[in-house]
């Protein structure tokens, strides 16, 4: 299993001194930082994971695909579109 961690990036406005104008704009920059994205390849040739993790206490915040939806694919009898039922 490869793994990418990517550090989180968020575009934040700054008044013209290069402070933040308020301090909502703050925290929600060091609320932003706490989080990192990382990237798993998943059990399917081509198939990708891809999980926020909490920098601070370890846990995943969001995961896609989520990991119901991991485990379906990883199965072998699995095939496109064998989740939804589309018959009258």
């Known amino acids: 299993m490869t793994r990418v961690a990517l550090p989180a990036v968020a575009a934040l406005s700054s008044s013209a001194g ?12 060091e609320r932003i930082a706490r989080y990192r994205l990382v990237i798993e390849e998943g059990a399917a040739k081509g198939a990708f994971i891809y ?4 920098r601070e206490t370890g846990e995943v915040v969001r ?12 199965r072998s009898s699995y095939t496109a579109g064998a989740v ?3 018959t009258a």
């Open 51 to 54: 999980k926020i993790l909490d």
């Open 84 to 86: 939804i039922d589309t």
């Open 18 to 29: 290069g402070d933040f104008s308020d301090s909502s704009q703050s925290q929600e920059a």
């Open 63 to 74: 995961q896609l695909p989520r990991e119901e939806v991991a485990k379906l694919g990883a």
